[in-house]
């Protein structure tokens, strides 16, 4: 929320103290805690497959080289592989997103919204 931006629908104003709270409250750590156990294997994983793609490009140019069918050869299908696995990816987070971490997202946002104190519910 910028200066700029109106205050919430409710009429409540945020501050940072409450920026601070729902920040050390348990929901959003488990809300940071899904994000990074999706973010950070997906992207070890896409890596290592562009991380193969390119060294056996570098390295394994025989390989690479061999036809499938006509004009067709591993290297044009890797690569075309690569926007295969990133929309895949998109899809993946979008739909994993949508199911785990919006709902959480939003209820933090509507306990913020309305003045409730979230790091007092998480000691209560």
Do not use: C
């Not at 920040?23 to 890596?47: V, Y």
């Not at 056996?56 to 140019?61: D, E, G, M, P, Q």
């Not at 067709?72 to 690569?79: E, P, Q, R, S, T």
């Amino acid at each position: 929320m910028t200066p700029d931006d109106p205050a919430p629908a409710t009429g409540t104003i945020t501050t940072a103290e409450q920026y601070v709270a729902v920040q050390q409250s348990a929901e959003f750590g488990e809300l940071r805690r899904k994000l990074h156990r999706f973010i950070f294997p997906t992207t070890i994983a896409f890596f290592s497959w562009y991380a193969l793609y390119v060294l056996l490009s570098a390295y394994a140019r025989d390989f690479m080289s061999i036809k499938i069918i006509g004009n067709i050869n591993v290297a044009l299908v890797f690569g075309l592989l690569q926007f295969v696995s990133t929309f895949l990816i998109a899809w993946y987070y979008a739909r994993y997103a949508a199911k785990e971490l919006d709902p959480m997202a939003d209820k933090i946002r509507a306990e913020m919204e309305s003045g409730a104190d979230v790091a007092a519910e998480e000691v209560a």
